[in-house]
């Protein structure tokens, strides 16, 4: 017998020295004889002890059985071993399949090399269960780390010589790999390593800073093997609908392609857009020719406000160009002066619900400034805001994901906010200077004309034309500003999109950061009303980016309650949904009801109960299972003491990749460290002879051992219960209570 919880000597020696103190001490003054005292004292002793003994949950080490002489073999039964990439069988003018080839294996060569055992063949087919040869391999998922878990707990209480599996490598599970605390796994690859002829679609990926109202960049990655140079059918499809097709040639075989998309603007509905290519005859698998993205709908309006600190040419612009947006809800406040008593005063332009709490500028109640999702400071010195309100812009950004731009003249001269004030809340910090010549050249010829860096070039805020030489050659004809404010230096972390030159210096003009939750930004350029009043009428540069920039700045602001899902969601895998609750100060909520709802293209529904998994995010989860490959509407409301709080919906697709025959060669990587991991070797078709002598060393040199926990069944309670009461009857019986 041992222990699993051994404490040192020194505390053993305490506590059963204070034991026999409270045994004794118990009894001490009882009226009773020596006789009847003792043997109380011997159960209240006998008591403690075993409560101590349990607390140090003692257990009994022994070598499990032999199971005999059985060997799990667990063959894989998911789709990519459908896949027919290995040598026809005699008299057929057919390829075999993985799955076949496995199967073969596992009743053939392998049962005779293994002559002195008896194989159990099990299969993964989604999960663990007897073989079925003559079912096809249908399995949506291959978690081959949980399938290893699950067969050792099958055989826990059994000393096997190992498990054996045949497999072509492919997981698509988490990536987790089996320790080498149970039966060590044997695996055979089965497919061949070198790609079959095939045509995929490798990735999709979306503009992550695509903006609300804005085209939407998609970026399709597409390889062919097997066919040399020869052309390859590209397709674009918006719900089924095809919009495009392309026609790309490969620089050679094998070599991936990348092709972009230009997609429309969001609407109210979610959209799935499939890029496939054309199948082929001698094709290996088609499961992998498309992929599908899922464009979300465009959601709520953003909620904007505008503070400017004085009055300036540029408000009335910059308001004029929000107010037309219809995605974005402006309210606006200038400072305009003092009152007879020294006070500053508003001219505040917002909705008559809100007008009322921006009288004073800038809200210093929490809940009311993070109603809003952007804050837009202008021409902002060091007494538009007290110490309080700048703490609390700080949290409005890094707690409550807001952003925060800083714009006009006045904010970047002496006591202006840009100094030091904001801290590190913008992306530029108070010591003045020009940037690093090695992030930006000014190829924009002329003194404070616009330049955009190669990360302006990429960035969606920036993004005029569908085109990025479009786009480009768009920014090139803009008028020069009036000026360039001299910022601090861009902070580590900060990208800088535009710079200008100013007394022959590459200046920041647009500079943006991560902070925390949310997004800040500053303008140092002035005058940029000038790209509207210097171009023809019909040019839109000056609104598109300032309506671009404040979408930007306020697409990340989450509602009170935000809901998350797996981007990666597939039928028959676990995935995760999330809820984040919190009031509308955005402290987090730890005590509310959360009910998930999720239905189907169908209209099938399910419901789901979240529970709270971060208490200090407010955030509850729930595991959910996608039945099938589709779109799925999931909603989520959350309630405090029975009364509805708020609720938050997103579309989510699950299945848009197949996993199951994405690179469908044979991996053996996997299969070698499944293998090394747990104690095991990895084998070839070829090696059959060398496994039973590999099985019979792994046993001898780590016998099973299982452990039964004393401390942990129905019989330890039940003495213990009798001890207690055999002491209890003989205090009564004696005559003490």
Do not use: C
Request: a neutral charge; proline letters at 6%.
């Amino acid at each position: 017998m041992t222990f699993l919880s051994p404490p040192p000597w020194w505390a053993l020696a305490m506590a059963a020295a204070a034991i026999v103190w409270l045994a004794l001490r118990t009894y001490a003054h009882a009226p009773i004889g020596s006789r009847r005292r003792n043997a109380l004292v011997a159960l209240r002793l006998l008591s403690l002890v075993a409560i101590a003994a349990f607390l140090l949950r003692p257990v009994v080490v022994r070598p499990l059985p032999r199971s005999g002489s059985v060997i799990p073999v667990v063959v894989d039964a998911s789709r990519s071993m459908a896949i027919a990439d290995l040598p026809a069988e005699r008299g057929s003018d057919r390829a075999a399949t993985r799955f076949e080839q496995a199967v073969a294996i596992a009743t053939g060569p392998l049962a005779q090399a293994l002559s002195g055992y008896r194989l159990e063949l099990l299969e993964l087919r989604n999960d663990i269960g007897p073989l079925d040869a003559a079912r096809k391999p249908d399995g949506d998922t291959s978690h081959i780390g949980a399938a290893i878990a699950t067969v050792r707990e099958r055989y826990r209480d059994r000393a096997v010589p190992g498990i054996i599996l045949l497999s072509d490598g492919v997981d698509t599970g988490d990536g987790a790999i089996a320790d080498d605390s149970g039966a060590a796994v044997f695996a055979v690859g089965i497919g061949d390593t070198s790609p079959p002829r095939d045509q995929e679609v490798l990735s999709l990926d979306l503009d992550h800073e695509a903006l609300p109202g804005s085209s939407v960049e998609l970026t399709a990655t597409v390889v062919a093997h097997g066919y040399g140079r020869d052309p390859v059918d590209v397709r674009l499809l918006a719900s089924g609908r095809p919009i495009d097709i392309r026609r790309i040639v490969p620089a050679a075989d094998g070599m991936p392609t990348k092709i972009t998309f230009e997609l429309p603007p969001a609407g109210q509905e979610a959209v799935v857009y499939t890029v496939d290519v054309t199948a082929r005859d001698g094709e290996a698998v088609t499961a992998n020719n498309a992929r599908r993205a899922l464009v979300q709908p465009i959601g709520r309006k953003r909620r904007l406000l505008f503070v400017q600190g004085s009055p300036g040419y540029e408000h009335g612009f910059l308001a004029r160009a929000w107010a037309g947006d219809p995605f974005i809800e402006l309210d606006a406040v200038v400072r305009k002066g003092q009152n007879d008593r020294g006070e500053a005063t508003f001219y505040v332009q917002a909705a008559g619900t809100r007008a009322a709490s921006l009288a004073s500028g800038l809200p210093s109640d929490r809940a009311t400034l993070f109603a809003y999702d952007g804050i837009v400071l202008g021409n902002a010195t060091r007494d538009l805001l007290g110490e309080a309100e700048i703490d609390l812009l700080d949290a409005f950004v890094a707690e409550r994901g807001g952003g925060v731009l800083l714009l006009g003249g006045r904010s970047f001269a002496p006591g202006g906010l840009a100094l030091g004030a904001l801290g590190g809340l913008l992306p530029v910090g108070s010591r003045q200077g020009a940037i690093d010549a090695t992030r930006a050249s000014v190829s924009n010829g002329g003194a404070n004309r616009l330049t955009l860096t190669p990360e302006g070039q990429r960035h969606a805020m920036l993004r005029l034309e569908g085109a990025r030489d479009a786009s480009a050659r768009r920014w090139s004809l803009a008028p020069a500003l009036a000026g360039v404010a001299a910022t601090g230096t861009p902070r580590p972390g900060a990208q800088v999109l535009a710079v200008a030159s100013s007394g022959g210096m590459a200046r920041p003009v647009l500079v943006v950061q991560r902070y925390g939750e949310g997004r800040t930004m500053v303008f140092a350029g002035e005058a940029a009303w000038r790209w509207k009043m210097q171009r023809p009428l019909d040019d839109r540069l000056y609104d598109t980016f300032w309506r671009q920039a404040a979408r930007w700045l306020s697409a990340p602001a989450p509602d009170p309650v935000a809901l998350d899902v797996d981007a990666d969601a597939q039928p028959g895998a676990p995935a995760t949904i999330g809820v984040t609750v919190r009031d509308d100060r955005f402290a987090p909520i730890r005590d509310a009801t959360v009910e998930i709802a999720v239905r189907d293209e169908r209209g099938a529904e399910e419901v789901l109960k979240a529970s709270l998994t971060d208490a200090a995010r407010g955030r509850y989860t729930v595991s959910w299972r996608p039945a099938r490959r589709g779109l799925f509407r999931v909603s989520a409301t959350a309630r405090r003491a029975s009364q509805r709080m708020s609720s938050a919906a997103r579309d989510v697709f699950a299945g848009g990749a197949d996993l199951e025959t994405a690179d469908p060669r044979r991996r053996d990587d996997l299969l070698a460290r499944i293998a090394e991991a747990t104690g095991g070797r990895q084998f070839t078709e070829r090696e059959f002879a060398q496994i039973g002598p590999a099985l019979q060393a792994r046993a001898d040199a780590a016998p099973a051992v299982g452990t039964q926990e004393l401390w942990h069944g129905p019989w330890t309670f039940v003495g213990l219960i009798l001890l207690l009461s055999l002491e209890w009857a003989l205090r009564r019986h004696w005559g003490l209570r």
